[in-house]
DNA sequence: ACTAATCATTGAGCTAAATCAAGATAATGA
DNA sequence: TCATTATCTTGATTTAGCTCAATGATTAGT
């Protein structure tokens, strides 16, 4: 497999922990040196996650609620549909897809979440989760109890300010999927993921050029609202027009220009 | 004939208004909630909206906070896209609908907002409002400056809880907008969006079984990922096997249970 | 009240993407 | 390792919803 960069998996591996706060149930996997840390303050992403801005005796406190090293394995589940809302997680490496399941069987996926990410928000408003949350490859997480963060949101203003316009947010996001969903012809939509899933890889250090998708096609079209079929025609005849290269999963953005063109400027 | 606003109306008269639009930044005349008989304590909407479960003495700070009587004649902007973020806005009396401009020219409807509902949220993540707003009757308002609502809701833990809540519910109906966008057929789409008007309607104690729709069917069109005709075809044909009888935007829901069948089972 | 403009309906045909089908490739596990 | 399953690709065909077009109904402005 040619290797496409250190992309996303290699990032952020989890913690060397001397004091491992490893929980009855966490799984084994040992960490890797270097890492996002036993802590926020020696977190790398810490600049992108809840304790931006946040003074050393403030990020102490945060550290002081947030529950680490819960890694799991590939087609782990974080949470499932209709289980009661606890917290919500900080992914630290790896990657999620949130999804539904329909009456009708076939399951929808309704979001990806990459390192430096917020995933569970979907629980908040009635205190269960709406989703249904899987590991899409080996990935740890940061669990942060809801109720706590409320406690020391009340203390530390920025706190507050930091988790309001996380999941504002994700409000802006979800409202310019919508209008990717209601008004983006096939190529635009897959032209439009591969933007977005650049820039946030680029967000968190990564090539933006470069990248490996943590997830199927099929995953992709039940995000896009399009067939596997067609999600696998449109990237072969993206790359045919040299605007990306696709090798499986290890894609290229050849010229990001033209894809910007196609989905007609103003996306992300 | 049912009709959305009705209710508060009794409130005060306008600003002095020589410009029809009401921009987010334009000067506001705030009067004493008191003089006006209309403050949080005495509003109809409270159960459903910021003040839930906050006590006597908690509902006056947030009234303190709170600037009311700002009427907005039907295509007047609330706020527009790119416009600096200073406040979120509940809904009072009348409706809104939110849309963004594609570079394309076509505008797309990005959310409808009714009595005792929040619009503004878009602009909390960076400051600046992803989308305009825009009346699409006579309308009124609360506009509560969010520093002001960030700072009280340091205080005030109740408040605080209530605004994380409505950001939690406002992400998972995104995602559920999601979900109907990326699967459901066009009759699904109609279907679903009826039955959420309704259930709408009914929380803020108006029938549920007949409304009137404020918005055009090219708004419901652009909003569910659909064209005008369609819109129009779907409606009379849900007519014709009578689940609904339509009048132009006067709506009845005759046959609810065949509708819910339609979209599903799972739906709002 | 009258005119213009916007909004809604309906029909006919077209097309983008779905569906159906068949293989090829890659990942997983005994 | 090989066998099994999951994922991906490509082609042929169908179809749901779009586009184009024309007309009627409402609403808004003078």
Same mark, same amino acid.
């Given at each position: 497999?040619?290797?496409? =960069?250190?992309? *996303?998996?290699?990032?952020?591996?989890?913690?060397?922990?001397?004091?491992?706060?490893?929980?009855?149930?966490?799984?084994?996997?040992?960490?890797?040196?270097?890492?996002?840390?036993?802590?926020?303050?020696?977190?790398?992403?810490? #600049?992108?996650?809840?304790?931006?801005?946040?003074? =050393?005796?403030?990020? =102490?406190?945060?550290?002081?609620?947030?529950?680490?090293?819960?890694?799991?394995?590939?087609?782990d589940h974080l949470y499932r549909q209709h289980d009661g809302?606890?917290?919500?997680?900080?992914?630290?490496?790896?990657?999620?897809?949130?999804?539904?399941?329909?009456?009708?069987?076939?399951?929808?996926?309704?979001?990806?979440?990459?390192?430096?990410?917020?995933?569970?928000?979907?629980?908040?408003? +009635?205190?269960?989760?709406?989703?249904?949350?899987?590991? %899409?490859?080996?990935?740890?997480?940061?669990?942060?109890?809801?109720? /706590?963060? =409320?406690?020391?949101?009340?203390?530390?203003?920025?706190?507050?300010? *930091?988790?309001?316009?996380?999941?504002?947010?994700?409000?802006?996001?979800? /409202?310019?999927?919508? @209008?990717?969903?209601?008004?983006?012809?096939?190529? /635009?939509?897959?032209?439009?993921? %591969?933007?977005?899933?650049?820039?946030?890889?680029?967000?968190?250090?990564?090539?933006? @050029?470069?990248?490996?998708?943590?997830?199927?096609?099929?995953?992709?079209? #039940?995000?896009?609202?399009?067939?596997?079929?067609?999600?696998?025609?449109? %990237?072969?005849?993206?790359?045919?027009? +040299?605007?990306? #290269?696709?090798? *499986?999963? #290890?894609?290229?953005l050849v010229d990001k220009d033209r894809l910007k063109e196609?989905?007609?400027? +103003?996306?992300?």
């Amino acid at each position: 497999m040619p290797s496409v =960069e250190s992309s *996303n998996n290699s990032i952020a591996v989890d913690a060397p922990s001397e004091h491992d706060t490893h929980r009855a149930n966490a799984p084994i996997v040992k960490l890797c040196p270097h890492s996002t840390g036993v802590s926020c303050g020696s977190c790398r992403l810490n #600049e992108l996650c809840l304790p931006i801005a946040l003074n =050393e005796g403030e990020m =102490e406190q945060l550290d002081n609620i947030v529950e680490r090293n819960r890694p799991l394995k590939k087609g782990d589940h974080l949470y499932r549909q209709h289980d009661g809302f606890k917290s919500i997680f900080a992914v630290r490496s790896g990657s999620f897809k949130s999804y539904v399941l329909s009456s009708s069987g076939a399951g929808r996926v309704t979001g990806f979440y990459l390192p430096g990410e917020i995933i569970g928000m979907d629980g908040i408003a +009635d205190r269960t989760h709406a989703n249904s949350a899987i590991a %899409l490859e080996h990935a740890s997480i940061c669990e942060i109890p809801f109720n /706590q963060l =409320e406690s020391l949101s009340l203390k530390l203003p920025v706190l507050q300010h *930091n988790f309001f316009s996380i999941m504002g947010a994700e409000i802006t996001k979800d /409202q310019k999927v919508h @209008t990717i969903l209601s008004s983006y012809s096939a190529e /635009q939509r897959i032209a439009s993921f %591969l933007l977005g899933i650049s820039s946030r890889y680029a967000r968190v250090g990564l090539s933006p @050029t470069r990248f490996h998708l943590p997830m199927t096609r099929g995953d992709i079209g #039940e995000y896009l609202g399009l067939t596997v079929e067609t999600v696998s025609r449109l %990237l072969t005849a993206l790359q045919k027009r +040299d605007l990306i #290269e696709v090798d *499986n999963r #290890e894609i290229a953005l050849v010229d990001k220009d033209r894809l910007k063109e196609i989905v007609g400027a +103003d996306d992300l």
